[in-house]
């Protein structure tokens, strides 16, 4: 097995040699696992002290993803195990496990559910290169059913070349368009999949940038859009009013420094996420079973495990106290 340290796991998520939502939340529970493992004989608050460093510099690498703190949340409350620094360190280990572990089997339970949402002869269009999305497909057409696929280019990081391979791969037949060309295909496209980098308390879908204009136009072709999201993809913290940061990335990943400097009045924007609204998505689908994305509540609620009382707490709210 491989060790992942936290500063080398880090910086991979942050130039994205480790990215898609629920690599980048895999590779932050492994990091958290490994650093927890390599503190030998460790003292009581000097490993749970570290333990929150670590973590914090992993939560700190990119802002939008909401699966990267909710892993991180997930494994660090194994810091609240036993009263040695060996209990919880035992605690953080298996914590990161079982997160793994379950990602993994939520990846697959979605591709079962999401496939069955694929009829035999459908054109799915897909945006930005999303795990859980490809993995409905690749299911459908495992089970038999004849599909085809538009894949965007997905400017400017060309994650579309990520999903055309995977699809290539698996033997099914694929379509590459450059992003600013789906409008001409719509009416080629029974459905739209694809993926989520946030789910908030209101159903909206916060995904790569560009995702909102692909559901407007699917909506203005009565073209259904479903989104493949696992639960730890839902934003607790919405519910207290907290809105998702949208990423900036460096304005050289659209537009060359060099041709960017001789071009003083212009300056280059790069947002790498946006968000669509609820009503523009038709479903959902999660390891839990789809769901319109107006019931994103009921999922942060139930599966999530966070309680209002760590809602005040992390955001002092009530003075941190519960009533
Ligand atoms: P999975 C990606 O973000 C894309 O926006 C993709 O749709 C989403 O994460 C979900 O990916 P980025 O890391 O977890 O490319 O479904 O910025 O793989």
Redesign the pocket.
């Known amino acids: 097995m491989k060790l992942m340290f936290v500063p080398e796991t880090a910086e991979k998520i942050k130039s ?1 040699e480790i ?7 895999r590779a932050a529970a492994a990091a958290l696992r490994d650093h927890a493992l390599a503190q030998k004989a460790p003292d009581n608050a000097a490993f749970r002290q570290e333990m929150e460093r670590a973590a914090a510099e992993l939560v700190a690498t ?1 802002p ?2 909401v ?1 990267l703190p909710n892993a991180v949340h997930f494994v660090m409350a194994g810091l609240g195990a036993g009263e040695t620094a060996e209990e919880a360190q035992a605690a953080v280990v298996r914590r990161a496990e079982e997160f793994i572990r379950s990602s993994q089997h939520a990846v697959e339970k979605i591709a079962e559910f999401g496939a069955r949402h694929i009829r035999d002869g459908d054109v799915i269009l897909t ?8 993995a409905c497909m690749i299911e459908a057409f495992r089970s038999g059913k004849e599909i085809e696929v538009f894949a965007t280019e997905v400017r400017p ?1 060309n ?1 579309g070349l990520i999903t055309i391979r995977t699809l290539d791969e698996a033997g099914i037949k694929t379509n590459y368009i450059v992003d600013s060309a789906v409008r001409s295909f719509i009416h080629d496209v029974d459905l739209v999949l ?4 946030a789910v908030t308390v209101n159903g909206a879908v916060v ?2 940038i560009g ?1 909102s204009q692909v559901a407007h136009t699917a909506a203005e072709a009565r073209v259904n859009v479903i989104v ?3 639960t730890y ?1 839902f934003a607790p913290r919405t519910v207290v009013g907290e809105l998702i940061q949208i ?1 900036e990335r460096p304005p050289g990943e659209v537009l060359p420094p060099e041709i960017a400097g001789t071009l003083p009045h212009v300056r280059v924007r790069n947002p ?2 946006d968000v669509t609204p609820a009503e523009y998505i038709d479903l959902i689908v999660t390891e839990q079973g789809a769901i319109p994305p107006q019931m994103a509540y009921v999922i942060i609620r139930e599966y999530l495990g966070w309680e209002i009382g760590e809602f005040r707490k992390a955001f002092d709210l009530n003075g941190g106290h519960e009533d």
Do not use: Y
């Open positions: 994205m990215r898609g939502a629920g690599r980048i939340a990119r939008t993803a699966s945006h930005c290169n999303s795990e859980v999305a490809l990081r994650q694809v993926g989520a980098d995904n790569k995702t493949a999201a696992e993809k990423e790498a996420f």
